[in-house]
C-alpha cells in the first residue's frame, strides 16, 4: 500500500470492507465441497440457533433485506436444508424450521467457520480478539442509532 492513497488507508470503511471480502472469500472456499455459501450459512445458522423464526427475525440477525433473506431462504429450502410454514397469526409471513439435512449440514460445517476464526486469532492475541469484537460492536450500534434517525 502507498502511502498516498488519499487517506483511504486510514478510513475504517475501506480497510472493513476488505477485510471482509477477504473473509468471506476464505469462508467461501472452505465450504464450496458442502455447497452453500457464507450468507446462506449464516441464514442457516440462525435458523438451527433458534428454531421458528420468521423471516424478518432472520433478516435482522444476518444483518440482511428483507429481499435478500428471502432469496437465500429460497436456496435453503430448495436445497431441502430449511422448510417453511405459513404464520398463525400473520398469513403474510412464514415461520422457519431447519431440517435434518440442514442440521446436519451445520454440525459439519460450523467447524469450518470456527476454523476461519482460529486463523484471525493467529495474528492477534485474545484479548485483542475479545476487545476488537467490542469495538465493532459498538461501532456497529452507533451505525444503527445514525440510519435509524434518517
Known amino acids: ?15 472493513m470492507g476488505i477485510t471482509y471480502r477477504k473473509l468471506t472469500t476464505l469462508l467461501q472456499n472452505r465450504l464450496k465441497a458442502f455447497d452453500i ?13 433458534t428454531d421458528g423464526l420468521i423471516q424478518k427475525e432472520i433478516a435482522e440477525r444476518v444483518g440482511k433485506d428483507k429481499p435478500t433473506t428471502t432469496r ?10 430449511i422448510r417453511k410454514q ?11 424450521h431447519i431440517t435434518d439435512k440442514g442440521r446436519v449440514l451445520i ?3 460450523t467447524p469450518i467457520e470456527q476454523g476461519v476464526i482460529d486463523v484471525i486469532k493467529q495474528c492477534v492475541t485474545d ?3 475479545k476487545r476488537f469484537l467490542e ?7 452507533q451505525v444503527d442509532s445514525l440510519t435509524a434517525l434518517e
Do not use: C
Open 1 to 15: 500500500m502507498t502511502s498516498n492513497m488519499y487517506g483511504l488507508e486510514q478510513s475504517l470503511g475501506f480497510n
Open 37 to 49: 455459501t457464507p450468507e446462506q450459512w449464516a441464514v442457516l445458522f440462525q435458523v438451527d440457533k
Open 72 to 81: 437465500i431462504l429460497d436456496h435453503l429450502e430448495g436445497k431441502g436444508l
Open 86 to 96: 405459513t404464520g398463525e397469526s400473520d398469513r403474510r409471513s412464514f415461520v422457519v
Open 107 to 109: 454440525e459439519q460445517t
Open 127 to 129: 484479548e485483542e480478539y
Open 135 to 141: 469495538i465493532l460492536l459498538r461501532i456497529n450500534h
